[in-house]
């Protein structure tokens, strides 16, 4: 089974609207961190937001909101106000406590900002 | 702000011969890894190293890799017989301590093209 699963493989938002791109996850470990990765089109891989599998509030960095459903198993994130430079690749990601340091990654939503 | 770097940016190479990834780790970081991804596929754990050593790897690490940390600074991957399915686009990362919590920072990436 996928570690992580991102069924949306593409996204359109309107300029300043807000957008919510989809990660479930599956884990028997009940420890865990969640990330979410941007990667534009240069490439490379930018963090934006962590929550940890044993955190209460839901984590917020600037306009990226982690929505974190424990008991659904998804760790959905949401761009406020979205920008054209928003336009990316973006990665959910697992690590485990059992399983070591390793990154699990789903298989991306590509996130079109539209003016 | 402290950034992972890596050399060289795009790699070309025959099939069967031997390439050397480098990557300069952020310098207060102990945790070392190399992921790939495939064209328009996800980020896939290669390998991660610690003390010295390597602590974890991935059925894609088979014997035609191997790692190396050099110097106090340099973390190289390096493939020893190319082969066409190695084309894709190599991440080194890092972090600092082995904490759920603790981001794993990606560089801008090798991309590899293997004829």
């Known amino acids: 089974a996928q570690k992580i699963t991102q069924t949306q493989p593409g996204m359109f938002v309107q300029e300043k609207e807000a957008v919510t791109l989809d990660c479930t996850y599956d884990?028997?470990?009940?420890?865990?961190?969640l990330f979410w990765y941007k990667q534009p089109s240069s490439g490379e891989m930018i963090f934006l937001i962590y929550?940890?599998?044993?955190?209460?509030q839901n984590a917020t960095e600037g306009r990226y909101s982690l929505n974190f459903q424990k008991a659904r198993k998804s760790a959905n994130l949401v761009i406020s106000a979205s920008q054209l430079g928003d336009s990316a690749m973006y990665f959910c990601?697992?690590?485990?406590?059992?399983?070591?340091?390793?990154?699990?990654f789903g298989t991306g939503t590509s996130l079109t900002v539209i003016p | 702000e402290p950034e992972v770097t890596q050399t060289p940016s795009h790699q070309v190479t025959q099939m069967g011969q031997e390439v050397i990834l480098r990557c300069v780790p952020i310098?207060?970081?102990?945790?070392f890894y190399w992921y790939r991804q495939i064209l328009g596929q996800k980020v896939e754990f290669l390998v991660s190293?610690?003390?010295?050593?390597?602590?974890?790897k991935s059925e894609i690490f088979d014997d035609q890799f191997s790692v190396e940390r050099p110097d106090g600074s340099n973390f190289t991957l390096k493939i020893r017989s190319t082969k066409l399915e190695d084309s894709a686009m190599y991440f080194c990362?890092?972090?600092?301590?082995?904490?759920?919590?603790?981001?794993?920072?990606f560089g801008p990436g090798t991309r590899l093209t293997v004829l």
């Open positions: 190293f610690y003390n010295n050593e390597i602590s974890e």
């Open positions: 990362a890092s972090n600092s301590i082995e904490g759920m919590g603790d981001t794993q920072y």
């Open positions: 929550q940890g599998s044993y955190d209460q």
């Open positions: 310098s207060n970081h102990l945790y």
């Open positions: 884990t028997s470990d009940p420890s865990y961190g």
């Open positions: 990601a697992m690590r485990e406590t059992n399983t070591g340091n390793q990154f699990y």
